[in-house]
């Protein structure tokens, strides 16, 4: 099993750029997540995934959208870049509720700059 | 407002020494309580969790205590390996609520040889 997998690793965008970062998982996973890290700040939640075809607002949602057409993929958005959104941007998954699994799995990580 | 709280950005400890980790919080909902180790270039990992209506929780090397009276849990690693040396993330959340965790900012522990 691979785990989480996160497509690029890396990217440079200019400010208005649009890009796409997909995460994948084949754990089966029913919750998907995507955080972002700033330095000196711990991870904070973007948006997330309850379930194929469904997304929710987390505590950053602004100047991103998501898609979860299939279960294992959760696909973050950025459609007009700005130098705010430079982070490194993780996703996880979740087998259900945290009640049920200790944990989330978290992906390797995509470090973005926006220039 | 901050809900989980890790007030040392960094600590060093001698191999084979105590290494503790602390973490506060203030939403008193909180019901289930994480750490995760994030080693650089990698995403975190899962390390210990504990629910709320214990105050101990233990796994090899690593053992976590909760005081919810002081809204405060730490993480105790003995004895402390170099291998140990990572940012450790604290986290909460409300299990009955949006299932949503909330990190504290980490704490870098450096352990020396």
């Known amino acids: 099993n691979a785990g989480v997998t996160q497509t690029p690793k890396f990217r440079v965008l200019k400010t208005g750029q649009s890009m796409t970062l997909l995460c994948a998982q084949d754990?089966?996973?029913?919750?998907m997540y995507w955080y972002r890290q700033d330095p000196g700040m711990g991870l904070r939640l973007i948006h997330y995934?309850?379930?194929?075809?469904?997304?929710a607002k987390g505590e950053v949602p602004d100047g991103y959208n998501v898609s979860r057409l299939k279960k294992q993929n959760f696909l973050l958005g950025l459609e007009s870049a700005a130098p705010s959104q430079t982070s490194v941007y993780f996703c996880a998954s979740s087998y259900k509720q945290l009640a049920w699994a200790d944990t989330q799995y978290f992906g390797p990580g995509t470090r973005l700059t926006v220039l | 407002d901050q809900q989980v709280k890790q007030n040392s950005p960094s600590l060093s400890v001698q191999e084979g020494r105590i290494s503790i980790l602390n973490c506060d919080y203030t939403n008193s909902m909180f019901d289930y309580f994480l750490w995760y180790k994030k080693y650089p270039a990698e995403g975190p990992t899962f390390l210990i969790s504990?629910?709320?209506?214990?105050d101990k929780n233990e796994d090899g090397r690593f053992t976590v205590f909760l005081n919810k009276s002081a809204k405060h849990l730490s993480l105790h690693i003995v004895p402390s390996q170099p291998g140990d040396s990572a940012v450790y993330f604290c986290?909460?959340?409300?299990?009955?609520?949006?299932?949503?965790?909330?990190f504290g900012k980490g704490t870098k522990l450096t352990v020396n040889p």
């Open positions: 504990i629910s709320s209506i214990k």
């Open positions: 995934s309850v379930g194929e075809g469904t997304t």
């Open positions: 754990m089966n996973h029913e919750y």
């Open positions: 986290a909460a959340v409300f299990q009955g609520g949006s299932e949503k965790l909330v």
